[in-house]
């Protein structure tokens, strides 16, 4: 901050010369001379000043969810269940848990909502932490961050592409339940792209341990991974249990029930009271395609949300293993 100190000190020497001037009047001209030099000095002076903290803000960026997430990782897993996977691309880190029975069930792939920490969920902790003393290798994927994928909105671009077509969106506006679209196809596409990336590189870690695999999924990761196996772009498993499923948009929510219904493998989902609505008011349109679907290997079930923290951890092992156990695994 020494540009600060020297106009300060430029003030206080401001306030001599005109005292000087002042007393001596033989010398006015002499002072008017160094007062519009110190003048110039000060308007250069604040010049500097500005200059220099709006380049200190340019280069403060922004810190990402992944630095927090990855902060949270640090302080609250071990060292050792720690590690880093590549996709081709990026490294992104993931946790990894061995199973503690000596006889080896499989490998749950857990697949956390995006934008969310994989630390202290109810659910998502639960499976990781409770899992492998049922005999089951728990492999935590971090989820890439919706920022570091969907690309900035241009206002003007958007206001250009309304004044084309004004009478459409004034049409599709008036529909009755009509919603705007929340997630773009260029989003879909790349985030889809960036988990099937993150779960293969998780299978090469996985072909050293034995048995099923199954995959966790919570949220809107349910959206994108079902979608994935739909298109067969990654191993598909032997039992799927998802979380709170769902994707904040009418159409994505419905194709995700339709794709549910038409899996071969068993499905469990599991909800609570307090999920999203999306959550809430789907359940039951699931359940009726599973059904229409005659897929028999469908199965729905309530944890109850008065319960605490930790119960609603035990619950949600119980009810999965529960599910392993009656499909055979």
């Known amino acids: 901050m020494a540009h600060l100190f020297l106009i300060k000190k430029y003030l206080r020497y ?6 000087i001037a002042a007393d001596n009047k033989s010398n006015r001209n002499q002072s ?8 110039s000095m000060l308007a250069m002076l604040f010049w500097l000043s500005f200059s220099l903290q709006a380049s200190v803000a340019e280069q403060q960026m922004p810190i990402s969810k992944t630095y927090f997430q990855m902060l949270d990782i640090q302080h609250f897993v071990k060292d050792k269940e720690i590690k880093i996977l ?20 499989g490998i749950a792939f857990i697949i956390p909502d995006i934008n969310q920490p994989v630390a202290k969920q109810a659910a998502v902790n639960a499976t990781y932490d409770q899992l492998n003393d049922y005999g089951w290798t728990s492999i935590l994927l971090t ?19 309304l004044a084309k077509n004004p009478e459409q969106e004034t049409n ?10 929340v997630y773009s196809e260029q989003f879909i596409e790349n985030i889809e792209e960036k988990i099937e990336q993150r779960l293969n590189s998780a299978m090469e870690l996985a072909k050293q341990h034995a048995g099923f695999y199954l995959f966790i999924c919570e949220g809107k ?8 196996l739909q298109q067969e772009r990654v191993t598909t498993p032997d039992a799927l249990v998802m979380l709170g499923a769902h994707i904040p948009q009418a159409d994505l929510n419905q194709a995700l029930a339709m794709r549910v219904s038409k899996t071969e493998f068993p499905v469990l989902e599991l909800y609570q009271d307090y999920d999203s609505s999306w959550v809430t008011n789907h359940v039951t349109t699931r359940r009726k395609l599973a059904r229409k679907e005659f897929k028999t290997n469908y199965r729905q079930r309530k944890v109850p949300s008065h319960f605490g923290y930790l119960s609603r951890q035990q619950r949600t092992v119980k009810e999965i293993y529960g599910f392993l156990v009656a499909s055979g695994m």
């Not at 008017?32 to 003048?39: D, G, H, N, P």
């Not at 590549?86 to 069930?105: C, H, I, P, Y």
């Open 86 to 105: 590549n996709t081709g691309e990026q490294d992104f880190l993931a946790l990894v848990k061995e199973q503690t029975t000596g006889f080896s069930r």
């Open 221 to 228: 990761s349910c959206a994108w991974l079902t979608s994935l």
């Open 14 to 19: 401001k306030r001599t010369v005109l005292i």
């Open 172 to 181: 599709l506006d008036i529909k009755a339940f009509h919603q705007s679209d």
């Open 32 to 39: 008017l001379v160094i007062y519009m030099k110190l003048t």
């Open 143 to 161: 989820m890439p961050s919706q920022e570091s994928i969907e690309p900035p909105i241009n206002l003007l671009e958007v206001q250009a592409e």
